[in-house]
């Protein structure tokens, strides 16, 4: 089935880093590609998201791009705050499998620590 | 800018209890979702509802668990007989079309 590797945690860096975080997918179909933000004690907030090949999601400088050839979506950040310490999920929903639900199937989640 | 309200923030329930954790999706929204995350771990699909029925559920969503949506506003979720490992956070989202979400902010259950 449909799934979602991301890397593993925590990622630690001082303010004013460059960020990476990386995700890979694996799908039958053509899925849409989704981060999402969970900050300490808090629900899921969609960052930005990529419906198609090629396209880029942004969203309070963060960026990602969808690359059909890699099965990637990774996300960058030129600079880190200090409050962008948060859990970060990459995820996939394929509008054209399991009867279009849109379920979401979620990697397992990066935790980013930013240090001032 | 329209929210996902989730009640209660917290519960505390004793094994083998019932729970209803309630959700009111945004009101023109079509599709609704329950998702669970067990404490540090990833999100996990549970059950997609639309046009009145499940459309979707996972291998977790077990005969223990049901979705319902009584008025018209409310989405809720029931655990029949809670078990210690149903301990986690549960989210409702809802969607005007598949794909897109807008989630509450989770009720935090804790079975003991």
């Known amino acids: 089935g449909d799934s979602v590797t991301q890397m593993e945690g925590p990622v630690t860096l001082s303010e004013e880093a460059f960020l990476t975080i990386n995700c890979t997918y694996t799908a039958t179909g053509y899925p849409s590609l989704f981060w999402y933000v969970q900050y300490p004690g808090e629900g899921l907030q969609l960052l930005l998201k990529a419906t198609k090949a090629d396209d880029k999601g942004s969203n309070k400088g963060f960026e990602a791009t969808y690359r059909k050839e890699t099965t990637s979506f990774h996300l960058e950040k030129g600079s880190v705050q200090v409050s962008d310490s948060a859990v970060y999920f990459c995820a996939l929903s394929d509008l054209r499998g399991s009867g279009n639900t849109g379920k979401l199937i979620f990697g397992q989640g990066t935790t980013l620590q930013v240090k001032p | 800018e329209p929210e996902v309200t989730q009640t209660p923030s917290h519960q505390v329930t004793q094994m083998g209890q019932e729970v209803i954790l309630r959700c009111v999706p945004i009101s023109n929204h079509l599709y609704f979702y329950w998702y669970r995350q067990i404490l540090g771990q990833k999100v996990e699909f549970l059950v997609s509802?639309?046009?009145?029925?499940?459309?979707?559920k996972s291998e977790i969503f077990d005969d223990q668990f049901s979705v319902e949506r009584p008025d018209g506003s409310n989405f809720t979720l029931k655990i029949r007989s809670t078990k210690l490992e149903d301990s986690a956070m549960y989210f409702c989202?809802?969607?005007?079309?598949?794909?897109?979400?807008?989630f509450g902010s989770g009720t935090r259950l804790t079975v003991v």
């Open positions: 989202a809802s969607n005007q079309l598949p794909g897109g979400y807008t």
């Open positions: 509802f639309y046009n009145n029925e499940i459309s979707e």
